[in-house]
């Protein structure tokens, strides 16, 4: 018997057949849309019900409500106080999570399917009458003021706030952080939570996705029973437009004089959720820096040894998001490494991906695809977000037929026709003292230096 050669890594096998589980479309009288996926696999049930109630709908002194009213959700209805709400959920053995981001409200139940009546009763409960209890509301405002203090003295957290503050212009929702800021936060009170409530947490707009062990018809029922009645209002919803602030390539550095190593953002306005190239530029940002195998990750983690990782990414929004490299570097190579990561932006623009950097990404992206709809909370979430984004029919269906029909020239037109180098910009957090100096022998724009106060001015200012 002849022994395998360990020093050859085993080629690849063949791409696994997968089909994205079947979704069952209708809606309740009341206009709420309602998906449901059967997944028989074992007898537990997720539902997510998403209202276009998000942190875009606010202007910029009102930043944060949305992901307050989505905390204090939890903390009871006008029948039942907060710890009551949660020995119900317990008793169904069901768990609960409400989740607010750019886009929609999300409020996620999973339990036994044969508990799914009752669940969907108490889901129904928590949304339609929340109870905003004077305890509950300043324990979540508390939570959140706590959050955003230990956010603005994380230095990464600073270098992404002020990249998005540095890429957005003026009055864009995405130019400042979705908690909100201390001074937007800590004046709200129950009144404030009440009339959010009252204007957006209604079933206009509102979608029901439930995948499970369960049933169609039954879940149709069951959802009417718990939503049929709730009261629909028309929902109004503009885009962001994601308008770039402009100025040229240049450097912001938040000066920490104590830091010994640096937080490094690369950052421009990138691309909607639903672009309609995405597939191509999925495939296009993973050989730059979305894998452990990307350009930028053999570059400045496995040549050079400046970082334990690297990534880029184009955050999936409504409206254009951010699209941002990431990395953490010691202060001696910072300067290096943001050499390369222009290097290594510049030459892939230039030259594109190779056939060979495609058809592995290609891939890898539609192997690991099934992998992360292994559970019924995976596959309820990836339904909603086709809501959510008003994602085409096929969003998921047709995933991995439109990513592995992506071609090295697609991929290459797709990154130079959304990546501006000459208009991306760098926010570091470190040392100014010893960064600087480097930094403006690259090049690569004019540096400026803030301080950690100034840095966060209109992201999250000091309470009085």
Not at 393 to 406: F, L, S
């Amino acid at each position: 018997m002849t022994s395998p050669d360990r020093t050859v890594a085993p080629a690849p096998g063949p791409l696994r057949s997968f089909d994205f589980p079947a979704v069952e479309s209708s809606a309740l009288e009341n206009g709420v849309a309602l998906d449901v996926v059967r997944l028989p696999r074992l007898p537990v049930v997720t539902a997510y019900l998403s209202l276009p109630a998000g942190e875009e709908a606010l202007q910029s002194e009102r930043a944060g409500l949305a992901t307050l009213t989505g905390e204090a959700l939890e903390g009871g209805t006008s029948k039942r106080g907060g710890a009551e709400l949660a020995e119900a959920l317990e008793a169904l053995g069901a768990d609960v999570d409400v989740h607010s981001g750019w886009a929609a409200t999300t409020i996620s139940l999973s339990c036994l399917a044969e508990r799914l009546g009752e669940g969907l009763s108490l889901l129904s409960e928590m949304v339609r009458e929340p109870g905003f209890p004077e305890a509950e509301v300043e324990r979540a405002r508390a939570q959140q003021l706590a959050r955003i203090r230990q956010q603005r003295m994380d230095p990464g957290s600073l270098a992404t706030y002020r990249a998005h503050r540095e890429i957005y212009a003026d009055g864009e929702p995405y130019a400042r952080p979705a908690l909100g800021r201390e001074a937007t936060v800590a004046p709200v009170g129950v009144e404030a939570l009440r009339g959010w409530a009252e204007a957006f947490l209604h079933a206009g707009g509102a979608s029901l996705t439930v995948a499970g062990d369960v049933d169609a018809d039954e879940v149709h029922r069951l959802a009417s029973q718990a939503l049929g009645d709730w009261r629909a209002r028309p929902v109004e919803r503009s885009v962001p437009a994601g308008r770039s602030r402009g100025g040229g390539r240049r450097i912001v550095v938040v000066d920490l004089p104590n830091a010994v190593q640096s937080e490094i953002r690369v950052s421009q306005v990138g691309v909607p959720r639903n672009a309609p190239e995405r597939a191509a530029l999925t495939v296009g940002n993973a050989i730059l820096g979305g894998t452990f195998n990307s350009r930028l990750n053999l570059n400045l983690r496995e040549e050079n040894g400046f970082t334990y990782g690297v990534r880029s990414r184009f955050a999936g929004r409504r409206g254009p998001g951010p699209f941002s490299i990431s990395t953490a570097v010691d202060t001696e190579n910072t300067p290096a490494a943001l050499r390369e990561i222009f290097h290594e932006v510049e030459r892939i623009l230039e030259g594109g991906p190779t056939a060979e950097e495609t058809e592995a990404t290609r891939d890898y992206l539609a192997g690991v695809f099934p992998l992360r709809l292994e559970s019924t909370s995976q596959v309820a979430s990836k339904v909603a977000e086709q809501r959510i984004y008003e994602l085409p029919a096929d969003e998921w269906t047709g995933y991995r037929d439109r990513i592995r029909d992506v071609t090295p020239e697609a991929a290459h037109t797709a990154l130079r026709d959304r990546l501006r180098p000459d208009e991306l910009v760098v926010v570091i957090s470190g040392n100014a003292g010893e960064l600087r100096p480097g930094l403006e022998a690259l090049g690569v724009g004019p540096v400026e230096v803030t301080d950690r106060e100034s840095a966060v001015d209109d992201v999250a200012e000091p309470t009085g």
